[in-house]
């Protein structure tokens, strides 16, 4: 697609139940991003991937959070168990190369309510 | 890690007048710092980077400056205008990885 593509948009769920956020990123960024948005807050990375692997997951905030990337292309970002304190914009970025210097694409962000 | 603190959080100017946005770092191997916008509602976007080895960077109404010394980088913007309401994260890159810290952000809102 022409930009980095996320879904659901917005996503209510009971606390306790698990989620399923996807990422579909820009054709040929081999790179991918994983960030959180509290409301008011800043970027706050979790995960990127570089092709399918997962080079950095240190800003997993608990082992309720996993991601996985395959083909090189779509990633699925899972929160397990949610809790309210999980209730946050997630956002996804691409960009063409990991570990150089460059423009990350966002996309529009999921919305995740936790009630 | 790497940790980026960014000031100020708000900043209300007049249309016309300058707005300067600060940002430090921790790392001082850090080679790669952008700003991004983000307008309300919508997704942050590259609005101007600049690598370690410049100490200077302008384009059009907006400049970013760096200072490797002090581990500090600003975002300048001249003749502001009310579309340039929005808030700006500035980055940073470390050398661990390919990890892009942000600072909190600093909303900024232009009155007519």
């Known amino acids: 697609g022409a930009g980095v593509s996320q879904s659901p948009s917005n996503k209510v769920t009971e606390k306790g139940k698990d989620v399923e956020l996807r990422c579909d990123p820009i054709?040929?960024?081999?790179?991918l991003y994983w960030y959180r948005q509290s409301l008011g807050q800043g970027l706050e990375f979790l995960i990127y991937?570089?092709?399918?692997?997962?080079?950095?997951k240190s800003g997993l905030p608990s082992d309720r959070f996993s991601a996985e990337r395959t083909g090189g292309s779509v990633s699925t970002l899972t929160i397990q168990r949610t809790q309210q304190e999980d209730s946050a914009v997630y956002l996804c970025?691409?960009?063409?190369?990991?570990?150089?210097?460059?423009?990350?694409?966002f996309g529009e962000g999921s919305r995740l309510t936790v009630l | 890690g790497e940790n980026v603190e960014q000031h100020p959080s708000t900043l209300s100017v007049q249309e016309g007048d300058s707005a300067v946005i600060k940002c430090t770092y921790s790392?001082?191997?850090?080679?790669?710092f952008p700003w991004y916008k983000q307008e309300l509602g919508k997704r942050p976007q590259l609005i101007i980077d600049?690598?370690?080895?410049?100490g200077e960077k302008k384009d059009q109404r907006i400049a970013v400056t760096l200072n490797k010394t002090a581990k500090h980088f600003s975002l300048h913007i001249t003749e502001t205008q009310p579309e340039d309401s929005a808030v700006y994260f500035c980055?940073?890159?470390?050398?661990?990885?390919?990890?892009?810290?942000f600072g909190e952000g600093t909303q900024l809102t232009v009155n007519p």
């Open positions: 970025a691409s960009s063409l190369v990991a570990g150089v210097t460059g423009e990350l694409f």
């Open positions: 054709s040929g960024h081999t790179a």
């Open positions: 991937f570089q092709g399918n692997s997962a080079p950095d």
């Open positions: 790392d001082s191997a850090s080679n790669y």
């Open positions: 600049i690598r370690s080895n410049v």
């Open positions: 980055a940073a890159k470390g050398t661990s990885g390919s990890r892009l810290t």
